[in-house]
């Protein structure tokens, strides 16, 4: 029995979203240029959303950020996301469109401390629980007419990051993951990347 290999069960891929069906669901909440008169959970939902699907983060990490997370310097935007087990991580905002929501979302709140996102109904203004995001983003996904999971959004991150040449060992700091052995799970979904540095060498190698 020694001798016999220990069976390895294997990890399954994560299930990245269509760009195109995101951004469905993105339109049901609201335009990226909202209207004076979008009421005002409207412009959370769609900031709150988006920030884990141009962040990369966890669902329940949005949901817990505060607004003294945020450093908003002119063309060096960043998060700081509280993690698992207390990490704490920063991230870039390298989305501009996004950053103007954003700051819309935060124009209109006017919250300058304390959660980002607030929730409607629990009449102490914290921050929305996982659940009842999930069940907030559930709904619009039907109007929508697609079907995704909130945690994929994360996973279409980094699927895109990867697809775009990123590094394995970026792409793990910017999802927070302990070891790259997750991170590289991504890199199993799509040969874009190795299709291209397999060429590259080769012209490399030719030359």
């Known amino acids: 029995m020694d001798r016999i290999d220990p069976v390895k069960v294997p990890k399954s891929l994560p299930r990245p979203a269509a760009a195109a069906d995101v951004a469905k669901v993105f339109a049901v909440i609201c335009s990226r240029r909202p209207r004076k008169d979008l009421p005002l959970d409207r412009l959370r939902d769609r900031v709150l959303f988006e920030a884990a699907y141009v962040c990369g983060a966890r669902a329940s990490e949005v949901c817990g950020l505060y607004a003294e997370d945020l450093d908003l310097r002119l063309d060096d935007e960043h998060v700081r996301v509280h993690g698992k087990g207390g990490s704490v991580r920063t991230v870039l905002l390298d989305d501009r469109s996004y950053v ?33 995001a999930h069940h ?19 996973h279409a991150h980094a699927t895109e990051l990867i697809n775009a040449g990123v590094s394995i060992e970026a792409v793990r700091r910017r999802l927070g993951h302990a070891s790259t052995e997750t991170t590289q799970l991504y890199a199993l979904l799509d040969g874009k990347v190795a299709d291209a540095e397999i060429r590259a060498a080769r012209r490399r190698a030719t030359r």
């Open 100 to 132: 103007a929501q954003l700051k819309l979302h935060l124009a209109r709140s006017g919250y300058t401390a304390g959660p980002l996102f607030r929730a409607s109904i629990n009449g102490r203004g914290g921050p929305p629980s996982y659940d009842a």
């Open 136 to 154: 907030r983003w559930q709904r619009y996904c039907a109007a929508a007419g697609v079907e995704i999971d909130i945690h994929q959004l994360r």
